[in-house]
Nanobody, 123 residues
Protein backbone atom coordinates (compact mmCIF):
# COMPACT_ATOMS: atom_id res chain seq x y z
CA UNK A 1 0.00 0.00 0.00
CA UNK A 2 0.83 3.69 -0.27
CA UNK A 3 0.51 6.09 2.63
CA UNK A 4 -0.33 9.71 1.83
CA UNK A 5 -0.36 12.34 4.55
CA UNK A 6 -1.51 15.87 3.83
CA UNK A 7 -0.46 18.86 5.90
CA UNK A 8 -0.36 22.63 5.74
CA UNK A 9 -4.05 23.36 5.96
CA UNK A 10 -5.48 25.92 8.31
CA UNK A 11 -7.27 29.21 8.61
CA UNK A 12 -6.42 31.94 6.11
CA UNK A 13 -7.82 35.33 5.28
CA UNK A 14 -9.07 35.97 1.76
CA UNK A 15 -6.26 37.09 -0.51
CA UNK A 16 -3.57 35.25 1.41
CA UNK A 17 -1.39 32.32 0.42
CA UNK A 18 -1.10 28.78 1.68
CA UNK A 19 1.04 25.80 0.73
CA UNK A 20 -0.28 22.30 1.20
CA UNK A 21 2.06 19.33 1.36
CA UNK A 22 1.48 15.64 0.76
CA UNK A 23 4.14 13.22 1.96
CA UNK A 24 4.15 9.79 0.34
CA UNK A 25 5.59 6.51 1.53
CA UNK A 26 5.29 2.79 0.81
CA UNK A 27 5.94 2.91 -2.94
CA UNK A 28 8.35 4.60 -5.29
CA UNK A 29 7.01 8.14 -5.24
CA UNK A 30 8.77 9.16 -8.43
CA UNK A 31 6.78 6.58 -10.41
CA UNK A 32 3.39 8.04 -9.49
CA UNK A 33 1.30 10.78 -11.01
CA UNK A 34 -0.06 12.88 -8.18
CA UNK A 35 -3.25 14.85 -7.87
CA UNK A 36 -5.03 17.24 -5.55
CA UNK A 37 -8.78 17.24 -4.99
CA UNK A 38 -11.06 19.16 -2.68
CA UNK A 39 -14.48 18.74 -1.18
CA UNK A 40 -16.42 21.68 0.21
CA UNK A 41 -19.32 21.30 2.66
CA UNK A 42 -22.39 20.01 0.86
CA UNK A 43 -20.58 19.63 -2.45
CA UNK A 44 -19.06 16.82 -4.46
CA UNK A 45 -15.34 16.22 -4.55
CA UNK A 46 -13.73 18.15 -7.38
CA UNK A 47 -10.42 18.00 -9.20
CA UNK A 48 -7.87 20.68 -8.40
CA UNK A 49 -4.57 19.77 -10.06
CA UNK A 50 -2.40 16.91 -11.27
CA UNK A 51 1.28 16.48 -12.03
CA UNK A 52 3.10 13.79 -13.97
CA UNK A 53 5.67 11.50 -12.38
CA UNK A 54 8.52 13.52 -13.83
CA UNK A 55 6.87 16.85 -13.14
CA UNK A 56 6.98 17.76 -16.82
CA UNK A 57 3.21 17.94 -17.24
CA UNK A 58 0.54 19.57 -15.11
CA UNK A 59 -3.21 19.89 -15.35
CA UNK A 60 -5.59 22.13 -13.42
CA UNK A 61 -9.26 22.39 -12.69
CA UNK A 62 -11.12 25.20 -14.40
CA UNK A 63 -11.78 27.07 -11.18
CA UNK A 64 -8.07 27.55 -10.40
CA UNK A 65 -7.65 30.42 -12.90
CA UNK A 66 -3.92 30.71 -12.36
CA UNK A 67 -4.10 30.99 -8.57
CA UNK A 68 -2.84 27.52 -7.69
CA UNK A 69 0.35 25.70 -8.63
CA UNK A 70 1.13 22.02 -8.20
CA UNK A 71 4.74 20.95 -7.78
CA UNK A 72 6.70 17.98 -6.55
CA UNK A 73 10.01 17.26 -4.91
CA UNK A 74 10.88 13.64 -5.59
CA UNK A 75 13.90 13.81 -3.30
CA UNK A 76 11.49 14.49 -0.42
CA UNK A 77 8.68 12.21 -1.68
CA UNK A 78 6.38 15.20 -1.44
CA UNK A 79 3.87 16.95 -3.68
CA UNK A 80 2.78 20.52 -3.00
CA UNK A 81 -0.17 22.71 -3.78
CA UNK A 82 0.68 26.40 -3.65
CA UNK A 83 -2.51 28.37 -3.15
CA UNK A 84 -2.37 32.11 -3.83
CA UNK A 85 -5.09 34.74 -3.65
CA UNK A 86 -7.33 32.36 -1.78
CA UNK A 87 -11.06 33.00 -1.68
CA UNK A 88 -13.76 31.96 0.76
CA UNK A 89 -15.06 29.52 -1.87
CA UNK A 90 -11.72 27.70 -1.62
CA UNK A 91 -12.78 26.48 1.81
CA UNK A 92 -12.76 22.70 1.67
CA UNK A 93 -10.99 19.56 2.74
CA UNK A 94 -8.07 19.07 0.36
CA UNK A 95 -6.95 15.55 -0.53
CA UNK A 96 -3.90 14.30 -2.36
CA UNK A 97 -4.00 11.14 -4.43
CA UNK A 98 -1.56 8.89 -6.26
CA UNK A 99 -1.93 7.10 -9.59
CA UNK A 100 0.50 4.30 -10.38
CA UNK A 101 -1.27 3.04 -13.50
CA UNK A 102 0.22 5.68 -15.82
CA UNK A 103 -1.99 4.62 -18.70
CA UNK A 104 -3.33 7.96 -19.89
CA UNK A 105 -2.81 11.65 -19.30
CA UNK A 106 -4.46 13.28 -17.46
CA UNK A 107 -5.08 10.50 -14.96
CA UNK A 108 -8.65 9.27 -14.71
CA UNK A 109 -8.16 6.91 -11.79
CA UNK A 110 -6.23 7.31 -8.57
CA UNK A 111 -5.14 4.29 -6.60
CA UNK A 112 -4.49 5.84 -3.19
CA UNK A 113 -5.86 8.76 -1.22
CA UNK A 114 -4.83 10.70 1.84
CA UNK A 115 -7.09 11.62 4.73
CA UNK A 116 -7.26 15.29 3.77
CA UNK A 117 -6.36 18.60 5.35
CA UNK A 118 -8.84 21.35 6.13
CA UNK A 119 -8.46 24.74 4.47
CA UNK A 120 -10.70 27.51 5.74
CA UNK A 121 -10.68 30.93 4.10
CA UNK A 122 -12.36 33.76 5.98
CA UNK A 123 -13.84 36.89 4.43
Amino acid sequence: QVQLVESGGGLMQAGGSLRLSCAASGRTFSSARMGWFRQAPGKEREFVAAISASGLRTNYGDFVKGRFTIARDNAKNTVYLQMNSVKPEDTAVYYCAADFSKVVWPPVEYNYWGQGTQVTVSS
